[in-house]
């Protein structure tokens, strides 16, 4: 118990991706695609256009619900779509400096998997519910449990 205690007061910032892969609003989904393969990843960060602009988020989810299959009558093409028309914006962020608790209750009221991580405007990295989950696979009491 100790042990989820510490991961539950442990700053963001020990368990975020700080290499996030990211992507310019104006290039294409099928380039998005692309991305989210050579990176092996769920969700591009979206950056902002200028500094008056916020971050957006691209996720697999978005892709197959608005792209793929959209709804009756309704067809978009991955080369002439740009990210932006698909995007989530404003995306949720956090603070690197906040707990791994406030992160997981801001995730699960707010219905996300993940929530950008900004120190001030500046991206810093991205947290989600499967950098959390390897937290705990990982500790010592988890690890001898016997299957």
């Known amino acids: 118990m100790e042990a989820l205690k510490k991961i539950r007061n442990t700053p963001v910032s020990e368990y975020m991706q700080r290499e996030v892969a990211s992507i310019e609003g104006s290039q294409t989904v099928a380039q998005a695609i ?25 996720t697999v989810r978005d892709i197959l619900g608005k792209v793929i299959d959209p709804g009756e009558n309704i067809y ?26 406030y992160a997981l209750r801001m995730m699960n009221r707010l219905g996300v998997r993940r ?20 937290a705990v696979e990982d500790l010592p009491a988890v690890a001898q449990v016997a299957l």
Do not use: C
């Open 76 to 101: 978009r093409d991955i080369w002439n779509t740009q990210v932006h028309d698909i995007m989530t914006k404003p995306v949720y962020s956090i603070d690197p400096t906040m707990r791994v608790k």
């Open 34 to 58: 692309q991305l989210i393969k050579t990176r092996k990843v769920a969700s591009l960060v979206v950056l902002p256009r200028n500094e008056d602009d916020v971050y957006g988020i691209l």
């Open 115 to 134: 929530l950008v991580v900004l120190r001030g405007n500046e991206l810093a990295g991205i947290i989600s519910e499967i950098e959390i989950f390897r």
